[in-house]
């Protein structure tokens, strides 16, 4: 019996996708709710799952090509064996004969791997930048997620003729075709070398489109502070191991910063609104989103309710979501309902940024680098942790008033952190 692959409902307004990777080839055997392929939404990457045990039999729509909502991706053999032979003819990926001499000409090489390599997995561009030079991809080290093998590491290789650094003193010399591989990379670029022209994915596409919006729409504007992180950091020393152990999740910054946005969002609600046509709209829940960077680009699931959670449960929470994110687990309804959004460029070493609004939300704090500089405390200069502030707000919704008010609470909520804990 034949099972069909189809492309799932992707959730609400998400009509179209763009298939990432088939994480399975054709005549490769399935285990039922295995994932099948990545799909990649202007939102979200998911997994497409087996709905049944079988054998891939057919794919349809290869990697990088969009699909809508219901689409026919490829067929599933339900119940055949793993054993069975692959087909000679793969609809979406042609591999050549194998060739019985080594060609200059990739399209004349074989492409089958070789028992070293049959389990590397390899990103396409890398793959294409592979049977370009004649490397040999067991001879590569995937730096990656999951290990997979990305444009940076053949690169890398073409620079230590055709092989990893890690790898080089331990496995035999380069084969002929990674030599002069190598000694082509040696001497001048050639013009196709010196850039490459690679699809947006459907993500950056959106980032890219929702964030030139916000700065179309809404009036930004950005106001800054620093923090003084003494008594933050001397309270989680403290108290670090003993939260450790209870909670079963370490005690970080991100739940200090959440509980200080709540509560600075309950004094100025107009920070926590939007604005619907001619309406504002102003939020009595308090959805956090926490921006998370991946490889696939930025994206800001959301802390649903964050006021109602203690520290350990924001911890644990924004763990969880992060976790996910890194892994490309996040579902849209992750990605929904959110009021207000924290980011930290201060992880990626910055010291000072502007963020930019997430619409329709009216306000985004930006975090940074925890740097020590000298301070003027009670008339004496001390060295310090600072760390600097940013709010960006929409100035359609918020004055210049609220938007202090609302920085100056966070500052204070964090340099006395006790006035959380007593709801002050």
């Not at 709710?33 to 997994?47: G, H, I, R, S, W």
């Not at 230590?160 to 002069?180: H, L, V, W």
């Not at 923090?227 to 450790?244: G, I, N, P, Q």
Request: negative net charge.
């Amino acid at each position: 019996m034949t099972v069909e692959i189809r492309v799932p409902v992707l959730g609400e307004s998400v009509t179209e996708a763009t298939v990432g990777q088939w994480f399975k080839s054709v005549g490769d055997a399935v285990e039922k709710d295995e994932p099948l392929l990545e799909l990649e939404t202007d939102k979200v990457t998911l997994e497409v799952n087996a709905t049944e045990a079988g054998r891939l039999d057919e794919i349809i729509v290869a990697e990088g090509e969009d699909v809508e909502v219901g689409a026919l991706l490829g067929h599933l053999a339900e119940g055949a064996g793993g054993a069975a032979s692959k087909p000679v003819k793969e609809e979406a990926k042609e591999k050549p004969e194998p060739a019985a001499k080594a060609s200059p000409e990739p399209e004349t090489e074989s492409e089958e791997p070789s028992p070293d390599s049959s389990s590397v997995d390899v990103l396409p561009a890398a793959q294409k930048l592979i049977d370009e030079k004649g490397l040999d991809a067991s001879q590569i080290t995937g730096t990656g997620k999951d290990g997979r093998i990305t444009k940076g590491d053949v690169l890398e290789a073409l620079e230590n003729g055709g092989k990893s650094k890690s790898s080089s003193a331990t496995k035999e010399a380069p084969k002929p075709a990674a030599k002069e591989a190598s000694a082509a990379s040696s001497g001048p670029r050639s013009e196709e070398d010196r850039e490459e022209r690679v699809k947006m994915s459907r993500l950056r596409k959106s980032i890219a489109a929702r964030l030139k919006d916000a700065q179309n729409t809404a009036a930004m504007l950005t106001t800054y502070n620093e923090v003084d992180m003494t008594a933050m950091l001397d309270l989680r020393s403290e108290y670090k191991e003993l939260f450790l152990k209870k909670h079963g999740v370490k005690l970080g910054f991100m739940s200090f910063f959440t509980k200080a946005c709540v509560a600075a969002l309950q004094e100025t609600p107009a920070v926590n609104a939007e604005i619907d046509g001619d309406d504002l709209i102003y939020k009595n829940y308090y959805n956090m989103g926490i921006a998370v960077g991946t490889d696939s680009g930025l994206v800001v699931p959301v802390l649903r309710d964050a006021d109602k959670l203690g520290f350990a449960d924001v911890e644990k929470g924004i763990a969880e979501l992060g976790k996910k994110a890194r892994d490309g687990k996040l579902s849209m309804a992750d990605m929904q309902g959110g009021t207000f959004t924290i980011t930290n460029g201060g992880v990626y070493g910055s010291l000072m940024s502007s963020p930019i609004l997430n619409p329709p939300q009216a306000g985004v704090l930006g975090m940074h680098k925890i740097q020590e500089r000298p301070m003027v405390v009670k008339g004496e200069i001390k060295i310090r942790p600072m760390m600097y502030l940013a709010l960006t707000y929409d100035h359609r919704i918020i004055d210049g008033k609220e938007a202090v008010t609302f920085l100056v609470r966070v500052k204070d909520a964090l340099e006395d952190p006790q006035r959380l804990l007593l709801d002050l």
